[in-house]
C-alpha cells in the first residue's frame, strides 16, 4: 500500500515563506514524477510545479521565481518552498506523484491536501 502525506500548511503572512512536504510509504520501487498541485473552493485544481525524474522542474507562471519544488530521494520525500507569498496563493496544495510499486505496477497518487492561508 502506498501512501502520499503532505505536512508544512498554515497561516502566513503576506511575503514570507513556507515549507510544504510530501512523504512517500509503502511499498515502492521508484517514484518516476511528482509534483504539486492547489486547489481554491469552486475551482478546478490547478498545476502549481512538476518535478519529473531525470528531467526539468517546471513552474506555473503564478509561482515561478517565488516557489521551488526539490525532492530528496532517500527520505522518499518532495518539497514545495514557498517565498514571497501572496493571498491568491491560499488553497489547498496537493502532492501528486507517480509510483511504481515493488510489484513493478505503476500507479499516480494524490496526498490528502494541505491549507495554506496567506494572510495579515
Known amino acids: 500500500q502506498v501512501q502520499l502525506v503532505e505536512s508544512g500548511g498554515g497561516l502566513v503572512q503576506p511575503g514570507g515563506s513556507l515549507r510544504l512536504s510530501c512523504a512517500a510509504s509503502?511499498?515502492?520501487?521508484?517514484?518516476?514524477?511528482v509534483a504539486w498541485y492547489r486547489q481554491v473552493p469552486r475551482k478546478q485544481r490547478e498545476f502549481v510545479a512538476a518535478?519529473?525524474?531525470?528531467?526539468?522542474?517546471t513552474y506555473a507562471d503564478s509561482v515561478k521565481g517565488r516557489f521551488t519544488i526539490s525532492g530528496d530521494n532517500a527520505k522518499k520525500t518532495v518539497y514545495l518552498h514557498m517565498n514571497s507569498v501572496e493571498p491568491a496563493d491560499t488553497a489547498v496544495y496537493y502532492c501528486?506523484?507517480?509510483?511504481?510499486?515493488?510489484?513493478?505496477?505503476?500507479?499516480?497518487?494524490w496526498g490528502q491536501g494541505t491549507q495554506v492561508t496567506v494572510s495579515s
Open positions: 501528486f506523484a507517480e509510483i511504481t510499486s515493488t510489484a513493478r505496477s505503476t500507479t499516480t497518487y
Open positions: 518535478l519529473p525524474s531525470g528531467g526539468t522542474t
Open positions: 509503502g511499498s515502492i520501487r521508484s517514484i518516476n514524477n
